[in-house]
Structure formats: structure tokens, C-alpha cells
């Protein structure tokens, strides 16, 4: 039998609600939690997550998404944590199963090299950061001769801004 809840104990009324919210259904319905920053985001849902674990769900199928790697990874110790603290295994086997806790863009890229070939797209492809574009932006601009021309030509800086607006608009 597993121990009793006291690791929820923490937790304000609100915050455990979230926490146990459709955990005695055979399946948990899915929660999304908006809340302001410092109102316990991040600890509601490591909680929620490792709720969840401890009654039964299969860590392999919970997606947890946050905005920073800092966070997702700090999520992901707090759910080892929680869940070592209640069930008593080992530490790595539960963060090791909880592979869809990322940020939006690691999600985004796990799914995209795990269908890469079904959408034309080759597995070894990169994904350029804003700071790599304007390097890239940046090597055009010197091999055709526009960083320096006599009229001004955009920054680095100003290239991927531009062409970003020309693709969304």
C-alpha cells in the first residue's frame, strides 16, 4: 500500500486541488495551470506529475512542457524527488522514463527528428537559433559585398527581423 499523501502536505488548498485533480479516474483527464509568477507553478506541477506517477501512470506517457530548460530540468528533479521520497526507487529510473519533459521547442524538435523522414526531412537536420541566423544572415551580407557598400546596408542584427516579417507577412 503506498504511504500516506504527506508529501502534498506542503501544498495550498488550490495547489492540491490541481495536484489530485482526476487522479481516481481510470484515466486522469489533462490539466492545464495558469497562474502569475511565484504563485508555486513549477512545484504544483512537479507534484502533479509525480501524483501521477505514484498512482501508476506511466511516466513514458506524461507530457510536461515549460518555457526554460532551467525549469524543465528543474521539474524533473523535483518529480525524482517526490516520487524516490514516496515509492522508494531508484532515482534515475524515474527521470529517465519522464522523456517528454522539455521545453516547448525540445518537444517540438524531439517530435520533429522522431518523424523526420515521414515529413521529407533528413534525421541529421539543424535547427538555428535567432543568434545563428544572423551569423549565417551575416556571411551572405560580406560574401555579396553589402557590409561594405557605401549606402547602408541592415545590421546582422536587423536581417533576420526582416526577413521574419517578410515570411509572416
Known amino acids: 500500500m503506498l504511504a500516506s499523501p504527506s508529501y502534498l502536505e506542503t501544498l495550498n488548498p488550490k495547489q492540491r486541488r490541481a495536484v489530485e485533480y482526476g487522479t481516481g479516474e481510470a484515466l486522469p483527464r489533462a490539466l492545464l495551470i495558469i497562474a502569475g509568477a511565484g504563485s508555486g507553478k513549477s512545484n504544483t506541477l512537479a507534484h502533479r506529475v509525480a501524483h ?6 506511466d511516466p513514458r506517457r506524461i507530457l510536461l512542457m515549460t518555457f526554460s530548460r532551467r525549469t524543465a530540468s528543474e521539474m524533473s528533479r523535483r518529480v525524482e524527488r517526490i516520487t524516490v521520497q ?8 524515474v527521470t ?8 516547448f521547442h525540445g518537444i517540438d524538435a524531439q517530435l520533429l527528428r522522431e518523424h523526420a523522414a515521414q515529413i521529407g526531412l533528413g534525421t541529421d537536420f539543424t535547427i538555428h537559433d535567432r543568434e545563428d541566423s544572423a551569423d549565417l544572415m551575416n556571411l551572405v551580407r560580406h560574401e555579396l559585398g553589402f557590409s561594405a557598400a557605401k549606402s547602408r546596408f541592415p545590421t546582422k542584427r536587423t536581417c533576420p527581423s526582416i526577413y521574419s516579417r517578410v515570411v509572416n507577412a
Open 86 to 93: 514516496v515509492l522508494s526507487t531508484s532515482a534515475g529510473a
Open 52 to 57: 501521477l506517477i505514484v498512482h501508476g501512470a
Open 96 to 103: 529517465d522514463a519522464l522523456v517528454w519533459a522539455e521545453t
